[in-house]
């Protein structure tokens, strides 16, 4: 798609759109995002963008990695948003991507508000969570008459060297659906607390990585083995964790090699 006389009338000059990139297949993107994306002059963009999104920038247009990675932090908040404003001053097409969600743990309001204190229009354009691009790989419902009621979201993404400051005893509810996103590192604290809070430790849970792209790998275990399996089989990619009983059917994808390594695999 390439940028045309109607850029304007998508994106002021000066105006700033948080763009949901999705869980990273660009079949997954809004008709608006790809819209907005061939609008843009500039174009920041998250570590968890999918390569084959960025190629849906056109040639000329500014990219700008502002990606945050667990231990691998290119830019701090204050510092993107500092960028954002100084791009929108400068009367600038602009377009955010954020991966997933721009409204679901992204850090969002840190930009709007940032954007808004210097008189800049911010606007939204959704994009498809991670926890529904999971349940949609494994075919599977995050909520299920009678088992799975509700549908809890948790970020396990906690300061450096602090635990998680989460209500545990409201989270270990086996009548709900948990999405854990950034939950990989986390996987030990989420199994132990869960349990003491009298979640039972055959819980079903399902890891999953790279939800919606080729290489994306899924595994079945339970609340108990979370902790023996979940680095391992996540490695240092980011994970998304859905436990509860509404998992129990979810189709699991996990090379041999990874089965013989980890018999807690269900």
């Known amino acids: 798609m390439q940028q045309n006389d109607l850029s304007d009338d998508l994106i002021a000059p000066g105006e700033v759109w948080l763009v949901g990139a999705g869980p990273g297949d660009p079949d997954l993107l809004t008709r608006k995002a790809e819209k907005l994306i061939a609008a843009a002059q500039i174009v920041f963009y998250d570590a968890l963008v999918g390569p084959a999104v960025l190629d849906l ?5 500014e990219r700008v990695s502002v990606g ?3 231990g691998r932090h290119s830019k701090d908040q204050r510092t993107i948003d500092e960028m954002l404003v100084s791009a929108a001053l400068a009367g600038k097409r602009i377009v955010r991507l954020k991966g997933g969600d721009p409204a679901m743990f992204a850090r969002a309001t840190e930009e709007i508000t940032a954007l808004r204190a210097v008189g800049a229009s911010v606007r939204i354009c959704p994009g498809i969570t991670a926890a529904s691009a999971v349940a949609a790989s494994a075919g599977i419902s995050l909520s299920l008459r009678g088992v799975a009621r509700r549908v809890q979201f948790i970020t396990a993404h906690s300061r450096r ?3 998680l400051d989460l209500d545990w005893n409201a989270l270990a509810d086996p009548a709900c659906t948990l999405a854990v996103y950034m939950g990989r590192d986390a996987a030990p604290e989420l199994s132990q607390a869960l349990i003491e809070a009298g979640l039972p430790g055959a819980t079903p849970v399902l890891i999953t990585c790279d939800a919606s792209l080729p290489d994306e790998r899924r595994l079945r ?3 108990d083995l979370l902790p023996l399996v979940a680095s391992a089989f996540a490695e240092d990619r980011p994970a998304l964790i859905l436990i509860g009983e509404a ?6 994808t996990v090379p041999a090699a990874a089965l013989e390594a980890h018999p807690a695999v269900l």
């Open 221 to 223: 275990t339970r609340l």
């Open 247 to 252: 998992v129990v059917h979810a189709d699991a």
């Open 161 to 163: 060297g602090q635990a």
């Open 68 to 70: 945050k990675r667990s």
């Open 57 to 61: 920038i056109p040639m000329g247009v």
